[in-house]
């Protein structure tokens, strides 16, 4: 996959008020779980409904409409809200007259199911349906239950500017496609988030320049598969083959959006995520060594690294041509960091199988990684085809073991940095002191020194006396001349 670094048991954010529209006299209360993704969906649901006179709020108990973005990758995920929805039940107690709604993938996969299993949910809405909640709320408000699960064929909400919500002031993330096509077996992406399509590039460069303009200064470009973006005037990818002649000769390519980022925005970073392997051109490659603001650091999920089990999956690639993917980024962008995401424990993985996820985990060396046991979602091809026969106790011993190696290399990587001076952009306080800034260099690692006079948004050289597995601990030394 996909979405990047997803933590779905932990809650992303809750609304905070950014801007209070005059008149505007409901109050929202909005929480996403799950990927970069939801949390910037709930942003533009907090823009839609901004228009129907509702402002944020962070006090779950002064909610007129309390909606909760939801993640169903792993069954903990969904567990985690199900719990969530026992805490609103208590909060209505007090305050009945407050409703609640399910937004997401979890709306996506259960659909009306959700009413009866969860009695306190009066409103069910999929991630192409958010155009439809003014009018879902008023079915609510009338008293009756609401539901729009449709997905769709090209909803991308382009036109639509995110309230950002919980934002440091510095690092946004804008979306360049929705859903995707890949199909991998264990997945339910496909399910709730519908097929891929890809966003108007005009639409994502002026969304850019609202941000600039409010001084943002780094921008993640979203997308389950980023690489696969193409824009040839709307539509499903899939859809391309039949588009005009014209349409497909005068098409944007994800290279191409790069490109036009990088140029129009010179003293702006960018990040992207997330990249398939098998998506990931070497067009990307050279357009991220001729650009100093696109950061070097690509987010490359390989789920395993035996190819029998890249198979099962229905990864589109071999562990040998990952390998061959990895060896061209070290040798066209030397400085880029990597990461990965790893499944342990999937159908039919044997001792073996496993050795080969630990050997390539040897050989990449990844500066991160976001590591699960397998869990059987309903829906999918691997659900309905493949015996979930990897006994829990293996799963978690391969996992921990995965981790530990997994630190290993962090450490590693972090290290390599000991001694040099890195350029970091400050997102914020460290958590553990107020004394000192943190923000990440353009590998993604956190860094973090004495605040001095430096300030919020400023670009930082910051020498690096030590590090932990995870952290690169320094001194600022001046300016970087992005300033
Ligand atoms: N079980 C465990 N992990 C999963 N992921 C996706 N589906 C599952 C599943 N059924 C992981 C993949 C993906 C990341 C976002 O979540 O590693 O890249
Ligand atoms: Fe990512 Fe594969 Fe799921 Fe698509 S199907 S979201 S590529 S894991």
């Not at 409901?26 to 942003?43: A, P, R, T």
């Not at 108007?200 to 460069?205: K, R, T």
């Not at 969304?207 to 200064?217: A, C, Q, S």
């Amino acid at each position: 996959m996909a979405s990047d670094n997803v933590i779905e048991e932990k809650k992303q954010g809750q609304a905070l008020l950014t801007e209070q529209k005059k008149g505007n006299s409901k109050k929202l209360f909005i929480e996403s779980y799950g990927c970069q993704m939801n949390l910037n969906d709930s942003e533009i649901v907090a823009s839609i409904l901004s228009n129907e006179g509702f402002n944020t709020t962070n006090l779950l108990e002064e909610a007129d409409l309390v909606l909760v973005n939801t993640c169903s990758i792993r069954e903990k995920a969904e567990q985690t809200i199900r719990k969530r929805l026992q805490k609103y039940n208590a909060v209505k107690r007090i305050n009945p007259m407050m409703k609640v709604g399910v937004l997401g993938c979890m709306a996506e996969r259960l659909k009306e199911k959700f009413l009866e299993e969860e009695k306190i949910v009066d409103l069910v809405v999929g991630p192409d349906a958010y155009r439809d909640l003014p009018n879902l709320i008023k079915e609510v408000e009338d008293g009756r239950d609401a539901v729009n699960v449709i997905l769709s064929k090209d909803e991308t909400y382009g036109d639509v500017s995110p309230v950002r919500l919980n934002s440091n002031g510095v690092s946004a993330f804008v979306s360049i496609t929705r859903g995707c096509d890949n199909m991998c077996t264990f997945c339910v992406v496909p399910f709730t988030r519908g097929r891929e399509r890809s966003r108007d590039p005009q639409s994502i460069i002026k969304e850019i320049h609202d941000l600039v303009d409010t001084n943002y200064k780094e921008i993640t470009l979203l997308g389950q598969n980023v690489d696969s973006y193409l824009w040839y005037g709307g539509g499903l990818k899939k859809d391309f083959k039949k588009a005009s002649t014209i349409a497909q000769e005068t098409a944007v390519d994800f290279s191409q959006l790069l490109e036009m980022c990088a140029n129009q925005f010179p003293k702006t970073r960018f990040r992207f995520s997330t990249s398939n392997p098998q998506d990931m051109s070497l067009d990307v490659l050279h357009t991220m060594a001729k650009h100093k603001n696109i950061c070097r650091y690509i987010h490359l999920p390989v789920q395993s690294g035996s190819t029998k089990v890249l198979k099962a999956m229905n990864r589109q690639h071999t562990r040998e041509e990952y390998i061959e993917l990895v060896d061209n980024i070290r040798e066209i962008v030397p400085d880029c960091a990597l990461s990965q995401d790893i499944i342990a424990g999937f159908c039919g993985e044997t001792e073996q199988d496993h050795q080969d996820t630990l050997t390539l985990m040897e050989y990449v060396k990844y500066d991160f990684g976001f590591m699960f046991a397998y869990s059987e979602r309903p829906g999918t091809p691997a659900a309905k085809k493949m015996p979930d026969d990897v006994p829990m106790d293996v799963k978690k011993r391969r996992l921990t073991e995965i981790i530990e190696l997994q630190q290993k290399h962090g450490l590693y990587r972090t290290q390599q940095f000991v001694g040099k001076t890195v350029e970091v952009l400050i997102e914020g306080e460290s958590k553990k002191s107020d004394k000192h800034w943190k923000g990440r260099n353009s590998q993604n690692t956190v860094a973090v020194f004495e605040k001095e006079n430096y300030k919020i948004g400023d670009f930082v050289l910051v020498k690096i006396e030590d590090c932990t597995s995870a952290t690169l601990i320094g001194t600022a030394v001046g300016y970087s001349d992005n300033n």
